[in-house]
């Protein structure tokens, strides 16, 4: 036969160990700022706006792969401020890059 375990609370609930230190909402706050302000701050000058969304699709990127790494790894660290900073930046990054490609 089967054997049969019980699945008490503390097996089921991540101890403190577990848990990483990247907030959750913070980020995802960060996240939303700056996709609201790439859309709808940031200037759209004619022949660029492909090459800024990818630029800004790349950060984001970076940004998810990032924050979902240390969820899966529980990281204690506190590197998710380097990662806040980015996302938030980001915006800025993208505008201050157009002039550059404008030269290219």
Known sequence: MADLTLITSSDSAPSDSEKTTWP???MA???L???FLSAFVLPSPEGLELVRDLIYV???AVFL???RLAVV???QS???SLYFTLILLAPLIVFLS???????
Do not use: Q, Y
């Open 58 to 60: 790349a950060i984001v």
């Open 24 to 26: 959750f909402r913070i």
């Open 98 to 104: 157009e002039p550059i490609l404008k030269a290219l």
């Open 33 to 35: 700022l700056s996709v």
């Open 29 to 31: 706050g960060a996240l």
């Open 65 to 67: 792969i990032r924050w």
């Open 78 to 80: 506190r590197s998710w």
């Open 73 to 75: 790894r529980h990281e």
